[in-house]
């Protein structure tokens, strides 16, 4: 059965700052998505990767997938106050069209 | 905004109650998925209804039940609550069911159950 883990669990990291977030599965998986939320918010798409080598950037964040290690990451560059969210790691597993099975999330808190 | 709207967005009950959760889809999609997220976790999927029919259902007892109606839109049931089911509850829509196809998530529903 896939399984999402991500680690860190919780990030607390001065403004102006680079970090990376992991995220391995277990078993292979159709496609990773990331997702942003906010506090009492639902939740938001950042990216979706599709392949092995897959790299994604908007703004100050960067995913890139290598299917292969089982492994994404999530690239923040020089962190704003504005980034501050929980952010998970998610999966379809192969051979099922119906579910995502998501990490438990990395709580980021970027201190001004 | 993603188009997917539920209702409602705050509700209260007791042990032993029954409760029904709205989901409205976004135009053009007929496939809808739940999820359950307690406090501090990630989501968990609970069941996907495609064309009025269950899809694919997670680890979830009986108790939580669903239905899709003509205009895809969803409910879900859950009947003889539990304080374990306090959580927030999401409905997501996609334009059709396949791993290709993205999900796109509600507000959610935030459920206390005292």
């Known amino acids: 059965e896939l399984k999402v883990e991500q680690n860190p669990l919780f990030l607390s990291m001065q403004e102006g700052k680079n970090y990376t977030i992991y995220c391995n599965y277990s078993t292979t998986s159709d496609r990773l998505y990331w997702y942003r939320q906010d506090p009492g918010k639902s939740l938001e798409s950042l990216f979706v990767?599709?392949?092995?080598?897959a790299v994604k950037q908007e703004g100050r964040l960067m995913a890139s997938l290598d299917t292969k290690a089982r492994l994404s990451t999530l690239h923040i560059t020089a962190a704003v106050h504005d980034l501050s969210a929980t952010y998970f790691c998610a999966a379809i597993p192969m051979n099922r069209d119906d579910k995502i099975i998501f990490g438990k999330g990395t709580r980021l808190h970027i201190l001004p | 905004e993603t188009g997917v709207t539920q209702s409602p967005t705050h509700l209260i009950k007791t042990r032993g109650q029954q409760v029904t959760l709205r989901c409205s889809s976004q135009?053009?999609?007929?496939?809808v998925s739940w999820y359950q997220q307690a406090l501090g976790q990630g989501p968990q999927f609970i069941f996907q209804?495609?064309?009025?029919?269950?899809?694919g259902r997670g680890n979830f007892p009986p108790r939580f039940s669903g239905l899709q109606f003509p205009n895809y839109s969803s409910e879900l049931n859950v009947n003889a609550l539990e304080l374990d089911d306090s959580a927030l509850y999401l409905c997501a829509s996609s334009p059709t069911v396949g791993a290709n196809t993205e999900a796109f998530f509600g507000q959610g529903t935030r459920l206390t159950v005292v």
């Open positions: 209804y495609y064309r009025e029919e269950e899809n």
């Open positions: 990767l599709l392949s092995n080598g």
């Open positions: 135009s053009g999609h007929n496939t």
